[in-house]
């Protein structure tokens, strides 16, 4: 289902689909700057593309990141029919978090992996986990009566704590050995990849 304008709770009336419009147009912009950041080696010898590697390594982990998020926001406003004023707040607050991905990304790349970098994406990580968190709230809050969503949020629920609790365990891990501190960012993707039970396709269609 792709929502059109919906009335809700407080007559508050949103076009769902142009909300979806552009947050695929931002998150397209975002991988395509991580993208951006991989260069080709300057010259024809294996140990140049090899020293690239924790460059590729940051962008394939930001890249599943995004790629999970997309799934998910897209999943949630395919079974949500109301959407409030303040659910463009929350989604564009999601969204201000998930663009400084290229940032992190980058500088993990250009330092190697250090301690510093590492944290600072694995704080960034928590943050934006956090704001989609809340816009996963709102929407299930106008969207009580959608028995598919409130399923939906209430099977996630172990699987986001999980996430949560690797991604911010994360930190202080950084600062003792920054490869496990990556391994524990990189867990929660697999979280996700992993599809759930469907809900009942004579609905709304199956969690991606």
Request: proline residues 5%; hydrophobic residues 50%.
């Amino acid at each position: 289902m792709h929502p059109k304008l919906h009335n809700n709770a407080d007559n508050e009336s949103v076009d769902a689909t142009r909300l979806e419009a552009f947050s695929d147009g931002v998150i397209a912009i975002v991988v395509t700057i991580m993208v951006l950041e991989l260069h080709a080696p300057e010259r024809g010898e294996a140990m140049e593309l090899l020293n690239l590697w924790p460059t590729f390594a940051a962008y394939l982990l930001s890249f599943a990141l995004v790629s999970v998020y997309w799934v998910n926001h897209h999943q949630m406003f395919k079974l949500a029919r109301r959407v409030g004023r303040e659910t463009l707040w929350y989604n564009v607050n999601f969204l201000f978090w998930l663009s400084i991905f290229p940032l992190a990304t980058g500088w993990i790349g250009n330092t190697r992996g250090d301690a510093l970098p590492v944290a600072f994406y694995a704080l960034l990580s928590l943050i934006v986990a956090g704001s989609f968190y809340l816009l996963n709230r709102n929407l299930e809050a106008r969207n009580a009566h959608v028995g598919a969503l409130v399923s939906d949020a209430r099977r996630q629920k172990r699987k986001n704590i999980l996430a949560l609790a690797l991604t911010a365990s994360a930190i202080p891990t950084a600062f003792i050995w920054e490869p496990a501190a990556l391994l524990l960012l990189a867990l929660p993707v697999l979280l996700y990849i992993v599809p759930d039970q469907p809900v009942g396709e004579t609905n709304q269609g199956g969690k991606s």
